[in-house]
């Protein structure tokens, strides 16, 4: 079956460090790779997708690489921002229209002054 | 922009007690789904619906029911409610038009239950 696997939190960082976090998948057929946030009191929202293999989602300075070869989906960005804080999860979709998404576990993230 | 409503944002229910949750959507979406949020487990779908009286069950549909009377709203019922119900409730929608719009799930701000 389909499923989803992120690096455990949370992950603690200064401001202005670099950021991984870890995302792998298990699907059948070619999936789309989502990354949502979840800010302190909100719903989540998209923050990148893509679509295909070796596809570069990016948005807000967050970048990752869909890598069929390592089954891989990590959620980079170069210098992270307090106001970066959140939960961030990982999330497949199955071929289909039924939009139904599959997530990972999310892992917190928290940025120091 | 779409607007997923939910609502309450926090709700305190005794067991036993049956429990509605609403969810409202303002851009004719065909499919919506509900979610629950628990620390370490991510989420986990409990029913979703794609289309006026339809629904299919998700992972986890036990001790949930679903109505779907009108396209616009998705309500979960608790029927009775038990404190291992105690959770963050995740309202979505999506729709099956191709393009941008039909790439993601919209969601709503959730509505944190406590069951005493």
């Known amino acids: 079956g389909n499923s989803v696997t992120q690096m455990e939190g949370p992950v603690t960082l200064s401001e202005e460090a670099f950021l991984t976090i870890n995302c792998t998948y298990t699907a059948t057929g070619y999936p789309s790779l989502f990354w949502y946030v979840q800010y302190p009191g909100e719903g989540l929202q998209l923050l990148l997708k893509?679509?295909?293999?070796?596809d570069k989602g990016s948005n807000k300075g967050f970048e990752a690489t869909y890598r069929k070869e390592t089954t891989s989906f990590h959620l980079e960005k170069g210098s992270v921002q307090v106001s970066d804080s959140a939960v961030y999860f990982c999330a497949l979709r199955a071929s289909g229209n039924t939009g139904k998404l599959i997530f990972g576990q999310g892992t917190t993230l928290q940025v120091k002054p | 922009d779409v607007k997923v409503t939910q609502s309450s944002r926090y709700l305190v229910k005794r067991t036993g007690e049956k429990v509605f949750l609403e969810c409202v959507q303002d851009?004719?979406?065909?499919?919506m789904f509900w979610y629950r949020q628990d620390p370490g487990l991510g989420l986990r779908l409990i029913y979703f619906s794609y289309d006026v009286k339809m629904k299919e069950k998700g992972d986890i549909p036990e001790g949930y029911s679903v109505s779907r009377e009108k396209k616009e709203r998705f309500s979960l019922i608790l029927e009775s409610a038990s404190t291992n119900q105690t959770s963050m409730y995740l309202c979505a929608s999506h729709t099956r038009t191709s393009g941008r719009a039909g790439e993601t799930q919209y969601f709503g701000p959730g509505t944190r239950l406590l069951v005493l």
């Open positions: 893509a679509t295909k293999a070796d």
């Open positions: 851009m004719d979406h065909e499919n």
